[in-house]
């Protein structure tokens, strides 16, 4: 296993991957706190059915369920990009995920990249599909340069048995194909279509959906074909299930994933094959840097109202190529502070000498610091740390902020916070109250404000020395 740091994120990764992942906040560990990526929503049909969406929502492969996204037509879109590109400069990628299935709208999924192609060629695109469709638009995927793909692919049971369980329905050449008929039809297009995305060099990301009971013990196989077809990441997301969200398995009872279920699952996989662990379920119009969704800011009347020509302006192509020069040399300046000590994909054994590991959570706004307040973190990045280096785990999300405003302090989320962090040690944040605190010191978790504006990676690795390894507390 070689060290790798926030600027180098895989191994064995030649220089033209390199170079196409490098500001894809998605496939590149090291660019998910520096770039941001927006979702257009002009995909609002679906040619298949998935037992935890209700199609009132968006598509739960890449989107929280529950979650309603505003359409777009193309044109929209398109000046909804150039918009958000001149306000948040960072923006690197453009993604169609929904709120369908990107492919089962073709005509303005594509007329959506063929403009952009035109008007912001600076960015990478990149779409999220079932797979149902790949083999027969393989060639418009070449054709706009969509260099990152991501399929959802939750069993490889050829027998259809554990695919009938998640799929009740497919649709396919003008029929609706029911249970393991379905589910047949649905993972031979999808193997096919990943081989031909990845036979001509585009990126694939694969998610599966973890639902426990159901297709856990599948996972490692799915993680086993996935290498073999030389897919670039798996991401396991955790099944969202409630029955609010009026999915089937919500309504039949079928439980959430836990986070320590996903941790296992993907230990189960991780040997297989590389895993993405940064991923989140966002919105189908999601903006911003991956966490962060500020999709709310960007109103439709306020591009739609602009020409092209106002708005090619506003993106300023010049300013934003400064800007992204600029994000390099800050990443390559932390590289140097955070000194190589983060290994991804590690086992315990490569963390630490004596096995024995611990989680660290880091609240943070982005460009690799501890630069958080406790209070306004509605997730944080967990780390693994051992004596000898420190792994990136996951995210953890949380519904609010800890302070959401004045007019509710009397209702803090202190309790799901408590949950999250649970099995975590030490939490590293820019500043935190005392009552929160004391509430986290309540769990055995200490709270440590003294790496405040400091780069995570290196902080995470001097708090386990500091407050776990022997030798440093006999020193201190
Ligand atoms: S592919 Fe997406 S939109 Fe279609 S049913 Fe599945 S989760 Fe829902
Ligand atoms: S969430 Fe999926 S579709 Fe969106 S930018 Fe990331 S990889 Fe692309």
């Given amino acids: ?99 369908g299935d990107a492919l089962a709208n073709p005509k303005k999924t594509f007329e959506t990249f063929k403009i952009l192609q035109e008007k912001s060629p600076d960015l990478k695109f990149c ?11 393989i060639d418009e995927i070449v054709k706009y340069n969509i260099d990152h793909v991501t399929v959802t692919i939750n069993t490889v049971d050829e027998t259809g048995e554990i695919g009938s369980k998640i799929y009740p329905w497919v649709h396919w050449e003008h029929k609706k194909l029911r249970g393991k008929e379905g589910a047949k039809r649905l993972l031979k297009q999808q193997l096919e279509g990943i081989k031909m995305l990845t036979d001509r060099g585009i990126l694939v990301k694969a998610n599966s959906v973890l639902i426990s009971g159901v297709n856990d013990k599948d996972l490692p196989n799915v993680a086993k074909k996935l290498k073999e077809l030389n897919v670039f990441l798996h991401n396991i997301m955790p ?91 800050w990443r390559k300046h932390l590289e140097k502070a955070n000194d190589r000590i983060k290994i991804e994909q590690a086992t315990k054994e490569e963390l630490s000498s004596t096995s024995q590991t611990k989680l660290i959570a880091v609240t943070t706004g982005g460009e690799g610091m501890v630069n958080m307040h406790f209070g306004s973190a509605s997730e944080f990045l967990i780390y693994e740390a051992g004596d000898k280096a420190i792994k990136f785990v996951m995210h953890r999300k949380i519904e609010s902020a800890y302070c959401s405003g004045p007019e509710n302090c009397d209702n803090n989320p202190i309790e799901e916070i408590k949950e999250t962090l649970k099995d975590c040690d030490i939490l590293l944040t820019e500043k935190i109250g005392d009552c929160p605190m004391d509430e986290l010191n309540s769990i055995g978790l200490i709270c440590d404000e003294s790496y405040a504006l400091q780069p995570i990676e290196r902080s995470v690795y001097e708090a386990y020395k500091k407050h776990f390894t022997c030798e440093e507390q006999e020193a201190g």
């Fill in 239 to 329: 099944l969202l299930s409630a029955p609010e969200f009026g999915t089937k398995f919500g309504l039949d009872g079928v439980k959430s994933a836990t986070d320590q279920e996903v941790m296992a699952a993907q230990e189960a996989c991780g040997m297989d094959m590389k895993l993405m662990s940064h991923c989140r379920q966002c919105r189908a119009d999601a903006v911003g840097l991956i966490g962060e969704d500020k999709s709310e800011e960007f109103a439709k009347e306020t591009f739609t109202s602009k020409s092209f020509e106002e708005l090619e302006e506003v993106y300023n192509l010049e300013a934003r190529v400064k800007k992204h020069e600029m994000i390099e040399n």
């Fill in 1 to 99: 296993m070689s060290c790798s740091c926030t600027s180098s994120p895989t191994t064995n990764v030649n220089e033209e991957i390199q170079e196409k992942i490098k500001n894809h906040p998605c496939y590149s560990e090291g660019a998910h706190q520096h770039y941001a990526r927006i979702h257009l929503p002009v995909a609002p049909a679906c040619n298949i059915q998935c037992n935890y969406c209700n199609r009132k929502y968006d598509c739960s492969n890449e989107s929280r369920p529950g979650v309603t996204s505003g359409k777009l037509q193309p044109i929209e879109a398109a000046k909804k990009v150039l918009y958000v590109g001149g306000e948040i400069q960072q923006l690197s990628v453009v993604g169609i995920a929904g709120p």
């Fill in 127 to 137: 779409l999220s599909t079932n797979g149902l469709k790949l083999t027969e638009y």
